[in-house]
């Protein structure tokens, strides 16, 4: 029998809600302004939300893959790295429980990603792979022997906060350099504005360097030679069989495609210079969709 599953990603900005088959098939979705800086109500009227949804569609669990850190034994979020924020502490998972009368799994949203990829997307045919998404900051997810990796606390993969500067500027994660200070879209815009003297949006940049502009070309090559740098460390810890690359950042990626193979092919180890760096083909479908299927896939195996 069909069954339904209601997929949440709530983003920085946009939260979607989706209905979603067993097979991974979005049947219906509508999109909400993300206002966690609301704190407890918008949580209460997303749910709310949920709740209809789930009654229309006869949806038999909630999956939701969230921007920042949730603890994994809990469900709430954790302080992270905005530890005064609104949303820290909010027991998510119990909220949506509780209002929708379902079984609810929540995680991070580059986590769940992740699962997207192994379920549907570039690493359906792999068993290990790891997963990084490229927005506004750089998030990941690990996937090992078939398996989404937790860790601890479940906050594993927190792949845009290694250093790859160790004298680099200050994160807000408390360490140094971090790869997400380099190569997340925040950062080209860092960059571009301090090279121009003005501000400037990092598809602006991109689309300056795609027209051969040589300043816009030149940040885009510092970026990309970073995230090359970081796959290599990943690559040299992990020893994935393929990297997918996630997030709005990617459809300008035949830009920054040279240099990333340069810097990884110098970072990486021998053996593992050839590891396959694949552009994910879920666009913006993989948050819902990996929500859903990994709350389908838990229930199954509770
Ligand atoms: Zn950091």
Redesign the pocket.
Known sequence: MEQHVLGIDIGATNTRIAVVDSAGNILASEHLPSRMAEGRPFFQALADRAHDWAQRHHAKAVGVGTAGQIHRATGAYLPGLYPEAPWVGIPLRDILADTTGLPAFVDNDCKIHAYAELKIGAGRTYTDFISLTLGTGIGGGIIANGQLVHGAKGIAGHL??ISIEPEGPP???G?RG?L?LYASGTAVANMASTQLGREISSPEVFRLAAAGDQGALAVIERMASALGRGLGALANIFNPQIFVLGGGIMQWYPLLEAATRRSFRASAMTELEDTPILVSPLEGRGGVIGAALYALDQLEQD
Request: glycine share 12%; hydrophobic share 0%; charged share 10%.
């Open positions: 845009g906060h994160c807000p994660c360490n971090c997400e």
